[in-house]
C-alpha cells in the first residue's frame, strides 16, 4: 500500500494531510457477497432521519470494530473484497473519530452506559499497549497485536497528525468520565495520561513547527513540516496544550501559518475565504478540512488573527455546494440535493475531490459532516440520498463512502475515517456534545489562550 496524502497540497506538492487510501482491485481469490436488503423508511421527520442516519453510522464503530482491540476498521467492504486481506488493520485517526462516536453513543442511548464505558476501556487499553513513537502511534496498527502496520516503506514510526485526531478524542473522553464512579474516573485518568504521552515538543525537530512523521528506522526523512491551511490544525492546538510536551506559540505562528502567509482575501463562487488552502489555485480544499479538525474543536466564535473559523469553515462549504449545483463540467445527479466533494473512494482509485478535482464523484460524508455549518443544505443531501437513492448508497454502516451517477459506480464500501465524522458532526449539530466535553479542559483552554485565539468557549 501507498500513502498518498489527502489534501492538494499533497498532490500538488507531496503535500496533504489524512487518509489516503488507494481503491483495491478486485481480488480473485475473494468472492464477493451481496449484503442483506435494507428496507427504506419513508415519510421520516427530519430529527428521525437525522437520528436513523447518526445510529446507522454509528454502528461502523461498534458492530463493525476491529474485534480484537475494539478500535475502528480502516476500511469495511460490504462486497467483501478486500486487499491483501487487511480486515484487521486499525486506522488510528479513525479510531480518535470512533472514539468521539461511541461517546455520542453512549450519551444518546444507542448502547448502555456500562457496555460503552467497557468498550473504551478496551480500546484504550489496545492504545495503552500499541507501538508509540515519542508518544505518538502509527498510521497503521494490526488488530490483533498492536504493531505497526507500515502505510509506506519510510512511514513506519509515529503519525502525529492521526494521533492528535486521537487526543482530540482522549480529551473529550477525561471530560466526560473525570466526575464519574470509580470506574469511570479510572477511565478518564487512562485517557488524560495517553494524550499527555505525546511528546510534541519532540516533533518539532528543533524548529518552530511542527512535522508530521518520525520512524527509528529512517529519523525524519519523509520531511514533512505541517503548514497551514488543511485540516490539521487541531495538531498546533493539542501541541499548545500540552502540559509536559507543549510547543511555543512560536510553532504555531511561524510554522503553521507561515509568518502570516497562511491569511488571504479571495472569494470562491462568491464567498469569502480568509485562509490560503496551499495547493489550491485560489480555491478552497476538500469538505474534510473543515471537519477534522472541528470534531473537539469548536469554531464557533473561534477566531485569532489569521481568521474567524466559523464563517470560514460555513464559507467553504457554500463554495463547494454552490459549485455542485452551477455543475460546470455537466456531471449527473449533481444538484441542491446532492452535493459534497472531499477525499474519499473515486471511480479510479483513490482522490481528494474538490473543486480543482471534480470526478463526478459524491461523498456522502462532505454534506453529511457539515450539517452544523449548512443545516438546511445538508438536510436536503440526506434525505435525497436516504429516500431517492436508497439502498444503492444505503448499508449495514449508514451511506457507502462515495459513488458516482455518471459512472453508474455504486461500491457498497465504507471507510473508517469518513465514517466518524458524520456521527462526531451530527451531534455536534444537535446538542453541541464534543464541542463542549473539548472545549471544557482546563488543558485546552490554556492551549487556545497560549496561540492567540479567542472564543465564547473560553474563560476569562
Known sequence: MIKLRLFPLLFLALT??????????EAQN??????????????????????????QTFQYFWNGAEPVSGAARERFHSDNIYPDNDKNIVATGATGFGLMAILSGIDRGYVSKAEGLKRLDKILSFLSTADRFHGAWSHWIIGETGKVKPFGQKDNGGDLVESSFVAQALICIHEYYKNGNTDEKLLAKKADSLWKGIDYNWYRNGQNVLYWHWSPQYQWEMNFPVKGYNECLIMYVVGASSPEHAIPAAAY???WARNGAIKTDIKVEGHPIQLDYQGAKGSVGPLFWAHYSYLGLNPKGLKDQYADYWQNNVNQTLAIRDYCVANPKKFKGYAANCWGLTASYSVNGYAAHSINEDLGVISPTAALSSIPYTPKESMQVIRHLYEDLGDKIWGE??????????????????LGIDQGPIVVMIENYRTGLLWKLFMSSPEVQKGLTHLGFTSPSLKP
Not at 496533504?16 to 482491485?25: G, K, R
Request: hydrophobic share 25%.
Open 16 to 25: 496533504s494531510c489524512s487518509t489516503m487510501v488507494p481503491q483495491p482491485a
Open 30 to 55: 475473494n468472492t464477493a457477497q451481496t449484503p442483506p436488503p435494507v428496507k427504506i423508511q419513508k415519510n421520516l421527520t427530519d430529527e428521525q432521519l437525522l437520528d436513523l442516519v447518526q445510529k
Open 253 to 255: 505562528h511561524e510554522g
Open 397 to 414: 454502516y449508514g451511506f457507502y463512502d462515495a459513488f458516482s451517477e455518471t459512472d453508474n459506480w455504486y461500491p457498497k464500501r465504507y
